[in-house]
């Protein structure tokens, strides 16, 4: 059974950072592309960066510059370093494994 469990959102103002985390487990990880995905209010579901499994990433274009995808194949785990954070980067956010499989997704809400 695949899991994907995601941490480390929460509230943040603007121009701060958060750092979320996905623990992956039931799936070959080393062998998976990883993703993260978000999803804001009244929005459809966009990808925001990807990574593959060799540890290429490519990011949509409204997030370059501020967002790193990164991966520990050592301990299964994703991450998202999200900087410069603004008010549009409010979502959920959801950790997705080799195109098929979703995390339960975690809010990120950049407020003052």
């Known amino acids: 059974q695949v899991q994907l469990v995601e941490s480390g959102g929460g509230l943040v103002q603007p121009g701060g950072s958060l750092r979320l985390s996905c623990a992956a487990s039931?799936?070959?990880?080393?062998?998976?592309?990883m993703a993260w995905y978000r999803q804001a209010p009244g929005k459809e579901r966009e990808l925001v960066a990807r990574i593959t499994n060799g540890g290429s990433a490519n990011y949509v274009d409204s997030v370059k510059g501020r967002f790193t995808i990164s991966r520990d194949n050592a301990k299964d785990m994703v991450y998202l370093q999200m900087n410069n954070l603004g008010p549009e980067d409010t979502a959920v956010y959801y950790c997705?494994?080799?195109?098929?499989?979703w995390g339960q997704g975690i809010l990120v809400t950049v407020s003052e």
């Open positions: 997705n494994a080799a195109g098929r499989y």
């Open positions: 039931g799936i070959i990880f080393s062998f998976s592309t």
